[in-house]
């Protein structure tokens, strides 16, 4: 079962996510939170797997909420969920250590979809996301010296598979794309963490935007 935590200050919203997740057989939800702060307090106490993070929120919200389940490495995933699909969001909710990305009229579906996949340890990282985060990057002043020294630490396949990444592609697409075997892909991708010391796909993906790897033409 994924345990799922739902933090957003609206009743009804955590009450109306909370029906749609619990009726899911493979996913459970182990609590809610209506701010950052209870957030953070109930990751510790629950150990969820997945954390459904809203943004908005008085008090902490769910970005400076994601910066600190992240810090104390619980383990837990973060899956940011907003009304807002503007690109300081998306930016600000990567960067501080989501592991996903919905915007709250996802179906149903899309939203359990969206936690599996983030509890798998998979980048929730729609094309349209991905485009607005690199033209993000691109405006904050395109890729930083010190990252590009750490790439230089990849193999060449090992680049080409994190620029995949980077490009929201699964293990099986990326496989697929290299015409490799899934389970190979999967050794890079767990090479390319260790080596650059990041933490999932996502900081993967960022960290691959930060040097250039992925261009806003393409």
């Known amino acids: 079962m994924i345990r799922v935590l739902i933090v957003d200050?609206?009743?009804?919203?955590?009450?109306?996510?909370s029906v749609l997740l619990g009726a899911m057989p493979d996913i459970e939800v182990a609590g809610e939170a209506a701010g950052g702060e209870e957030a953070v307090a109930?990751?510790?106490?629950?150990?969820?797997?997945?954390?459904?993070?809203?943004?908005?929120?008085?008090?902490?919200?769910?970005?400076?909420?994601?910066?600190?389940?992240v810090a104390v490495d619980s383990g837990a995933k973060v899956l940011i969920l907003t009304t807002f699909d503007l690109d300081e969001y998306v930016y600000q909710a990567l960067r501080a250590g989501a592991s996903g990305f919905?915007?709250?009229d996802a179906s149903t579906g899309q939203l359990a979809e969206g936690v599996r996949v983030v509890?798998?340890?998979?980048?929730?990282?729609?094309?349209t996301v991905t485009k607005r985060l690199i033209t993000e990057f691109s405006r904050l002043g395109g890729p930083r010296p010190q990252a590009q020294e750490r790439v230089e630490e990849l193999t060449e396949r090992e680049t080409e598979v994190l620029a995949l990444v980077a490009q929201g592609l699964s293990n099986g697409e990326i496989a697929e794309h290299l015409i490799v075997a899934e389970s190979t892909v999967k050794t890079h991708v767990s090479r390319i963490l260790v080596k650059l010391g990041l933490r999932d796909r996502t900081q993967a993906a960022v960290f691959a935007f930060e040097v250039g790897l992925v261009t806003p033409g393409g």
């Open 9 to 17: 200050d609206q009743v009804m919203v955590r009450e109306g996510f």
């Open 42 to 69: 109930k990751v510790a106490e629950l150990r969820p797997d997945v954390v459904l993070m809203d943004i908005r929120m008085p008090g902490m919200n769910g970005l400076e909420a994601t910066k600190e389940i």
């Open 102 to 104: 919905l915007l709250k």
């Open 119 to 127: 509890a798998s340890g998979e980048a929730l990282l729609a094309p």
